[in-house]
C-alpha cells in the first residue's frame, strides 16, 4: 500500500534524523515550483493530489506566497494539514484556512522560540540604549571609537521597559530585564493575572506609550495590529524613547519610525524585524544609532533544533493520528 504523502516547503536546516525518521509513515514530495505562480499552477496539476500534510518554514513563502484564499482553494482537498515552522504565522491566514471545506487546520510552535526571540530583545534593547553602533561600525573602519567619538549611552538600571504584547516571548523579557533592573509596565487587550504577567503592571496603550523609556513590541501581526505604532503613537512618546521590535516589521510604521528617529524624538531603536523583508528602509541604514539584525531572532543551534523537532511531530501526528499536537489558537476547535 502507498504512503501518504507529505509535501516539504523549505529546508530542514538541522533536524534531518527526525525528518527521515518521518519517511517510516510518509512520502515526502518537495515542490518543483520556484514562484507561487507556478506552484498554484502545481497545485492545479494533481501533482499534490494525495498529500495530506506539510511541513512550512518562513522562508518558503518566496516559493508559495502567503496561504491567503486564493492558495487555500487551489490546494487539493486531500491536504489537510499545516505545520508552520515558527511562533508568528501572519503568512498563513488562518481563518481562510478554517473557512475551506474541508478545513486546512495549522499549527504553529507555542513557547520554543520564547527564550531566543526574548534574548535578541535584550541584545537590541542594550545594544540601541548604550548606543554601541557607531563605535562598533567605526571600529571596523579603523577608526576605534570613531572622532568625535559617540554620544554617551544609557543604563538600563532604573528605567521603564514598555512591553506591547504580554505573550510568552514578553513575559521571558520581562524576566529577563528584571535582572538589568528594569521596571516594566505592559499592555494587553486584556490584564492578565500577575503570574502571567511575571509581576509586570498593566497600564493603557496610551499610558505604555508615554511611561516607556524602552518600548518592545511582541505582539503578533495580524489587520488589527499592522501599523499599531505610527507618527500618532510616536507622538505620545517620551523623547529620547528607545524602541525595539522583535514581534514583525508591519506592526510598525517603518517610514514614521524614520522621521521620528530624524527628528530626535526617538533616540534610538533595535530591530529584528522589518517592514518589507528582506528590504531595509535606506533611512534605517544611514542613521548610524539604529542596531540592525537580519530578522535572527531564534537562529541558533538549540532553538532552531527544537523548532523543527517540533514541526516533524505536528507532521508526525497528523499523518498517523489525523490531528496536530499544536493547533493555532483559532484552529483548537476544528479538530
Ligand atoms: O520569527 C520567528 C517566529 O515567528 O518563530
Known amino acids: 500500500m502507498s504512503k501518504p504523502k507529505v509535501l516539504q516547503l523549505g529546508e530542514i536546516v538541522l533536524a534531518h534524523d527526525k525528518w527521515e525518521q518521518l519517511t517510516d509513515v510518509a512520502e515526502i514530495v518537495t515542490p518543483k515550483a520556484t514562484n507561487r505562480e507556478e506552484f498554484i499552477a502545481e497545485c492545479k496539476s494533481g501533482r499534490f493530489d494525495d498529500v495530506i500534510a506539510a511541513y512550512r518554514t518562513f522562508p518558503s513563502v518566496s516559493i508559495t ?35 475551506r471545506d474541508p478545513p486546512l487546520l495549522v499549527s504553529n510552535i507555542p513557547t520554543i522560540a520564547d527564550d531566543s526571540t526574548a534574548d535578541t530583545a535584550v541584545f537590541l534593547i542594550l545594544g540601541a540604549l548604550r548606543n554601541l553602533n557607531p ?49 516594566a509596565i505592559y499592555h494587553n487587550r486584556r490584564k492578565m493575572s500577575s503570574e502571567d504577567a511575571a509581576g509586570a503592571e498593566y497600564v493603557s496603550f496610551d499610558e505604555l506609550l508615554a511611561r516607556s523609556d524602552v518600548l518592545s513590541l511582541n505582539l503578533p501581526l495580524n489587520p488589527k495590529t499592522r501599523h499599531i505604532i505610527s507618527t500618532a503613537e510616536f507622538a505620545k512618546m517620551k523623547k529620547g524613547v528607545v524602541i525595539v521590535n522583535t514581534a514583525r516589521g508591519p506592526v510598525m510604521d517603518e517610514d514614521a519610525l524614520v522621521k521620528a528617529l530624524d527628528s530626535g524624538h526617538v533616540a534610538s531603536c533595535g ?30 543551534i538549540e532553538t532552531q533544533m527544537m523548532m ?12 498517523t493520528k489525523g490531528k496536530l499536537v499544536s493547533p493555532v489558537p483559532e484552529h483548537v476547535d476544528l479538530q
Open 135 to 183: 563605535s562598533m561600525q567605526a571600529l571596523r573602519e579603523g577608526k576605534w571609537k570613531g572622532s568625535p567619538p559617540p554620544a554617551l549611552g544609557h543604563d538600563p538600571q532604573g528605567k521603564t521597559l514598555g512591553i506591547l504584547g504580554m505573550g510568552g516571548i514578553g513575559r521571558n523579557l520581562k524576566v529577563k530585564m528584571d535582572v538589568f533592573g528594569m521596571k
Open 65 to 99: 506566497g502567503i496561504f491567503d484564499e486564493e492558495l487555500v482553494q487551489a490546494i487539493p482537498k486531500s491536504w489537510r494539514f499545516l505545520a508552520h515552522n515558527g511562533a508568528g504565522y501572519d503568512q498563513v491566514d488562518a481563518h481562510a484556512c478554517a473557512a
Open 271 to 300: 530591530l529584528d524585524v522589518f517592514e518589507e523583508e528582506p528590504k531595509v528602509h535606506e533611512g534605517l541604514i544611514r542613521n548610524p544609532r539604529t542596531v540592525l539584525v537580519p530578522h535572527m531572532g531564534t537562529w541558533c
Open 308 to 319: 523543527e523537532e517540533w514541526t516533524i511531530g505536528n507532521v508526525r501526528e497528523a499523518v
